[in-house]
């Protein structure tokens, strides 16, 4: 079964430094695209950025470029988004999702992670 | 860069045909997926590539596209199907990104 397993919840201050993961399991995860996408409280999905583990390729959206880093352990089989300096406007539940390869062009998001929940707080 | 928009909300009662739509310029050449989120869950793929179902999902969801609005069809809806839906393409004019719609919540009377 394919799998992507977040860390759990973090609370953090203004200012702070923080990197989450995601852990692929059931397929090779050096062969896929694996991608990050917001959602702040009560609104809709909004689409960060993208690494290829196999090579460590990365894509950010114009939105987050400079805000967030994209990284990949492929010999862990993990993925990870970090920041150096919280916001409170960071406060968002950040899922991980397997990109596949869409039929005519780009990519589509077959299996995701449960989500981890990031509070920035003073 | 490339706008999805989507209605806020759409409302049917049981057993009627829901239809949520997805408008963007020439969307038609672009792939359209779709993803139902339930409130506390993260996100399922519901359709890609326009009208594709992943293994698993009912027959009862379906989806077209063609010129400047894609639609997700889901017939004889049940109570289960109450959600947030969100359309997504992939925009490669320039940052090869992706892009989702804003969502419409479906409420099932």
């Known amino acids: 079964e394919v799998q992507l397993v977040q860390s759990g919840a973090e609370v953090k201050k203004p200012g702070e430094s923080l990197k989450i993961s995601c852990k692929g399991s059931?397929?090779?995860?050096?062969?896929?695209?694996i991608g990050w996408v917001r959602q702040m409280p009560g609104k809709g999905l909004e689409w960060m950025g993208i690494?290829?583990?196999?090579?460590?390729?990365?894509r950010y959206s114009p939105s987050f470029q400079g805000q967030v880093t994209i990284s990949a352990d492929k010999s862990i089989s993990t993925a990870y988004l970090q920041w150096s300096s919280l916001k409170a406007s960071d406060t968002a539940m950040y899922y991980c999702?397997?990109?596949?390869?869409?039929?005519?062009?780009?990519?589509?998001?077959?299996?995701w992670g449960k989500g981890t929940t990031v509070t920035v707080s003073s | 860069s490339y706008v999805l928009t989507q209605p806020p909300s759409v409302s049917v009662a049981p057993g009627q045909t829901a239809r949520i739509t997805c408008g963007g310029n020439?969307?038609?050449?672009?792939?359209v997926h779709w993803y139902q989120q339930k409130p506390g869950q993260a996100p399922v793929l519901v359709v890609y590539?326009?009208?594709d179902r992943p293994s698993g999902i009912p027959e009862r969801f379906s989806g077209s596209n063609s010129g400047n609005t894609a639609t997700l069809t889901i017939s004889r809806v049940e109570a289960g199907d109450e959600a947030d839906y969100y359309c997504?393409?992939?925009?490669?004019?320039?940052?090869?990104?992706?892009?989702f719609g804003g969502g419409t919540k479906l409420t099932v009377l």
């Open positions: 999702a397997r990109h596949l390869r869409s039929s005519t062009s780009g990519y589509y998001m077959d299996v």
């Open positions: 059931g397929y090779s995860f050096t062969s896929y695209w």
């Open positions: 690494i290829y583990p196999g090579d460590s390729d990365t």
């Open positions: 020439n969307i038609g050449s672009k792939s």
């Open positions: 590539d326009d009208s």
């Open positions: 997504q393409v992939w925009d490669s004019s320039s940052d090869h990104r992706g892009v």
